[in-house]
C-alpha cells in the first residue's frame, strides 16, 4: 500500500524526534513522523498500581519488556546493559529525568586531552538550543552552580531529602563540589503539566505527568501545529532512487502490513542503537553495506557510559523512596580532566535516592548485603530505607570495535534482524571507574554510613547510547556533517545522538535533545539549498 | 496480581516443592513476616520463574541438594532472588510487618521536607572549575 507523499518524514518519536519535529513545524512542511511503540495512557503507569515495582511491561530492558512493539537487542557481549523504551516519547518515558548539560570541554576532547575526537561544534553553537529545550520540558534546579555554565530560568529545585542532605553533608566534609541536580520536573505548574508529587520511581513512567517525557512535551504541541504522528509503524528499511537519494521508506503497521511511504527528506531520530540498526538494515544495489555507510562507520564507536555502583548504608530513615529517584544531587568534583588521577576525562557523580522494598531487596541481595537464611528479616531492616546509593556516570571514549550490527538469528515480531551490540570497557574507563568507585566510598563514609558495599560495575544497565553515527567534516571519518546531514545520501538526516563525537560524563538527553533542536534550525536556514554540495 | 493459572506453570510439582522449600531457605518465616514459600507470595515467584523455564529447571535437575545454591547454580541464583523478591516485598502481610505503606505510590504520593539551602553556602563561595573552553568552534 501507498500512501500520499510528505515533505518530511521522521523515524522515531522520542526524545530527538519530538524536538525535531516540533521545531520544523515553522517549515508549515507536510511532516510524518513514524512511531513503532503506542502512546502511554498515565493510568497505565504502574505507580498507579499495587504492584508498581514488578511490571515486566514497563521494565527498562526491551529483552525483559517483550512489548511487540520492542525490538530485543543481543547484548551477551557486553558488561553495560542497554535500556529504553519504544513508544511515544522514546526513552523519556522511562528516565529519571536527570538533565545535566554536557560542558564546554566535551566538544573539544582531542585538543585539550589527545583523546577520543573533537565535534565539529561548540558548546557556544548549541548553547540557544539548549535553552530552547530547556523552555519546553521545564528544567527544575538552583542557578550559580560552579561546576557548569550559568544558565537561566530554572523552576524551583527539587528537594533534596533526608538522604540527599546526609550525602551533601558528606560532600560538605571532603570539600567537594556538589549541587542539586537539575531535573527534567515540574516542581511548580508547568505548561500544562501538574507538580511532582514525589512518587519516587520515575523511572517506571510519571503517572503523575510532572516529568518532562516528549509525549506531553513536545508532542502535544508538535501535533496541535500540524504533525501527523503514526503510531505502530515500523520502519523496515529506508529505500532509496537511482540517484543515490531517500524516497521514503517501506514500514509494517499495527496489523503486520508492509506499507509504503514517500517522502522528500528522511530523518531517523531511533536512538543510537536503533538508528544504525534501521541503516544497516536498509540495503540496496546502491548502499550494500547499509544506507549512509561509506565510511564503515555506520554502527561503530558505541558509547554506553562506563558506571561505577556504589551503594552506603547508614544508622538512621533516609525517607530515600520518597522523591524522584533519580535526581538528588549531583557532584562536579571529578568531571574536568586531571591526568595525575591516572585517566583522562571524568565523570559526574550523581546520588540515587533509595528505592522500593523490591528494588532494594533485589540490590541488596545483588551486591551481598542482604543475606539468604535466618539473618533476612533483620539485615533488611537494617538497610531498608537507610541506603544511599552513587552512580558515577564516566565518559567512555569511541572506540571502532564497540559497535551495533545485524543480529545474525534474532528478530522482531515482524521479523527485521535485531540489534547486536559488542562492547568493551576501554583501559581509560576502567581506570577511571576504579577512581570513581574509590571516591564514592570515601564520600558515602564521610556522611556516616556504617557500611559501603564493593562498588558494582559489570551488568550495570544505561540508557545512554550514544556515537553509532558520528558527525564530522570529514566523509571518510563520520557519518553525518557538522548539521546532522549524512555524507553519502543527501536527504538523509539523523537527529539523535548517534551523531554523538563523544560521549561526555553526564546522562545525554539534554544534549541530544539540543543537537536536534541545532540539526533542524540549520535545516530551516538551509531550505533553499538543502541538498547542495 | 497473579495472572499465570495453575495448569500453565511450567514446572512439575516436585520442581514446585523444590523451589518452594529453596523459597522459605532464603525468606524463612518469623512473626509477623510470612516465609517467601507461603502459597500466595509463591505463587507469584512461580509466575516469575516461568520465564526462565530452561534455567530453572536445568538446575534443579542437577542439584543434590538446595544448599549453597549461591556458589554453585550462581546464574540461577541471581534469577531466583530476584523473582523471590518481587513476589514478597509487595505483600501486604510483609509490607504491614515493616511498617511501610500498602498503597500503590499515586495519587497521594510523598511530602519531602523543605530543604535548608544554607547546606549549599560552602560550594557557593567557590569559584567557577568548569574549564571554560571551546565557546565558538576552534575557540580554545
Ligand atoms: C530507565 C531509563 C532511565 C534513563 N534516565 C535518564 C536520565 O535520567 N537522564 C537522561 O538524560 N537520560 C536518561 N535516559 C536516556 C534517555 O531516555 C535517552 O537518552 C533518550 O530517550 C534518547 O533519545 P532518542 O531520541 O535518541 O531515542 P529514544 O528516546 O529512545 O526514541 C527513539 C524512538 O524511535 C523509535 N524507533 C526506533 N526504531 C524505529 C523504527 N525502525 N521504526 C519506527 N520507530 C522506531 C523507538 O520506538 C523510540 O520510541 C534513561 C533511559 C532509560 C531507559
Redesign the interface.
Known amino acids: 500500500m501507498t500512501n500520499d507523499i510528505v515533505d518530511v518524514l521522521i523515524i522515531g518519536a522520542g526524545a530527538s524526534g519530538a524536538a525535531m519535529a516540533w521545531s520544523l513545524t515553522d517549515t508549515r512542511m507536510k511532516i510524518l513522523c513514524l512511531e513503532q511503540g503506542d502512546w502511554v495512557k498515565p493510568t497505565d ?1 504502574p ?8 511490571r ?1 511491561d514497563f521494565a527498562g530492558s526491551p529483552n525483559v519488556r517483550c512489548r511487540p512493539e520492542d525490538y530485543p537487542i543481543n547484548d551477551a557481549n557486553s558488561p553495560i546493559k542497554p535500556v529504553n523504551f519504544n513508544g511515544v516519547g522514546g526513552g523519556t518515558v522511562l528516565y529519571m529525568a536527570h538533565f545535566p548539560r554536557f ?3 566535551d ?2 576532547t582531542k ?2 586531552d589527545g583523546v577520543g575526537e573533537d565535534w ?6 548549541l ?1 540557544p538550543f539548549f535553552a530552547e529545550n530547556d523552555r519546553m520540558m521545564g528544567v527544575a534546579g ?1 542557578p ?1 552552580d ?4 550559568a544558565k537561566e530560568g530554572l523552576l524551583p ?1 527539587v ?4 538522604l ?2 546526609t550525602v ?2 558528606g ?2 566534609q571532603l ?1 567537594w ?4 541536580s537539575e531535573s527534567a520536573i515540574a516542581t511548580e505548574a508547568f505548561r500544562g503539566r501538574d507538580k ?6 520515575c523511572a517506571t513512567g510519571c ?2 505527568g510532572a516529568k518532562a517525557s516528549t509525549d506531553i512535551t513536545y508532542w502535544p504541541e508538535a501535533i496541535r501545529r500540524g504533525v501527523e504522528l503514526r503510531t505502530r509503524c515500523r520502519v523496515r528499511e529506508i529505500t532509496v532512487r537511482a540517484d543515490g537519494f531517500a524516497d521514503g521508506v517501506i514500514y509494517v503497521d499495527a496489523d503486520g502490513i508492509a506499507q509504503r511511504q514517500k517522502a522528500e527528506v528522511v530523518i531517523v531520530a531511533g536512538n543510537a542503537i536503533g538508528t544504525p540498526r534501521l541503516l544497516l538494515n536498509s540495503t540496496s544495489n546502491l548502499f550494500p553495506d547499509g544506507l549512509a555507510n561509506s565510511s564503515g562507520l555506520v554502527g561503530r564507536n558505541l558509547m554506553l557510559h562506563a558506571m561505577a555502583l556504589t551503594q552506603g548504608v547508614f544508622d538512621k530513615p533516609l ?1 530515600g ?3 524522584p529517584i533519580g535526581c538528588s544531587l549531583w557532584s ?1 568534583e571529578f ?3 586531571d591526568l595525575r588521577r591516572g585517566f583522562a576525562r571524568g565523570y559526574t557523580m550523581e546520588i540515587l535516592r533509595g528505592s ?3 528494588a ?3 540490590m541488596g ?2 551486591t551481598g548485603v542482604l543475606p ?3 539473618g ?2 533483620e539485615a ?2 537494617q538497610m ?1 530505607d537507610r541506603t544511599a546509593a552513587i552512580c558515577a556516570v564516566c565518559e567512555d571514549l569511541p572506540e571502532e570495535h564497540n559497535r551495533v550490527t545485524l543480529d545474525p538469528e534474532l528478530t522482531d515480531s515482524d521479523g527485521i534482524p535485531a540489534a547486536r551490540i559488542d562492547y568493551q570497557l576501554g583501559d581509560n574507563s576502567q581506570k577511571m571507574l576504579r577512581h570513581a568507585g574509590e571516591r564514592c566510598t570515601e564520600v558515602l563514609n564521610a556522611a556516616g554510613a556504617v557500611f559501603v558495599a564493593p562498588t558494582i560495575t559489570s551488568g550495570v544497565v544505561s540508557g545512554h547510547a550514544m556515537g553509532t553515527t558520528r558527525m564530522g567534516r570529514d566523509a571518510s571519518s563520520s557519518v553525518v556533517n557538522e548539521w546532522g546531514r549524512s555524507h553519502d545520501v543527501k536527504n538523509l538526516f539523523i537527529a539523535d545522538s548517534s551523531m554523538f563525537v563523544t560521549s561526555g560524563g553526564v546522562n545525554p538527553t539534554s544534549t541530544l535533545q539540543a543537537l536536534s533542536l541545532y540539526v533542524a534550525d540549520n535545516i530551516k536556514a538551509r531550505l533553499a539549498n538543502l541538498f547542495d554540495d | ?1 497473579v495472572t499465570l493459572i495453575s495448569s500453565e506453570i511450567p514446572f512439575s510439582p516436585d520442581q514446585r516443592q523444590r523451589l518452594q522449600e529453596l523459597s522459605d ?4 518465616a ?1 512473626e509477623p ?1 510470612p516465609g517467601a514459600g507461603d502459597s500466595e507470595i509463591f505463587a ?1 515467584t512461580l509466575e ?1 520463574l516461568a ?1 526462565h523455564q530452561e534455567l530453572v529447571v536445568q538446575t534443579l535437575d542437577r542439584l543434590e541438594s538446595l544448599e549453597d545454591i ?1 556458589s554453585v547454580a550462581p546464574d540461577f541464583a ?1 534469577v531466583f ?2 523473582a523471590v ?6 505483600d501486604d502481610r ?2 504491614e510487618g ?1 511498617g ?1 505503606p ?16 544554607s ?2 553556602d ?3 563561595k ?12 576552534g ?2
Open positions: 503507569y505507580t498507579n498500581g499495587r504492584d508498581w515495582e514488578s515486566p560542558h564546554p570541554s566538544f573539544r585538543t585539550l565539529p561544534l561548540s558548546y557556544g553553537d548553547e538552583i550559580g560552579p561546576g557548569v555554565p529545585p528537594p533534596l531529602g533526608v540527599g542532605e551533601a553533608n560532600f560538605n570539600d563540589h556538589w549541587w542539586p511532582c508529587l514525589n512518587l519516587g520511581p503517572a503523575q525517607k523512596y520518597q522523591g562536579k568531571y574536568e580532566t522500593g522494598p523490591v532494594a531487596a533485589q541481595m545483588a539468604w537464611g535466618e533476612h528479616h533488611f531492616r531498608f | 496480581m531457605l532464603m525468606i524463612p518469623s513476616m507469584g516469575t520465564r549461591q541471581q532472588q530476584t523478591a518481587t513476589s514478597y516485598y509487595r510483609v509490607l515493616l511501610l500498602v498503597r500503590a505510590p499515586y495519587p497521594e504520593g510523598h511530602e519531602v521536607d523543605k530543604t535548608d539551602w547546606l549549599l560552602p560550594v557557593r567557590r569559584e567557577p572549575f568548569y574549564r571554560n573552553v571551546g565557546w565558538d568552534t575557540d580554545d
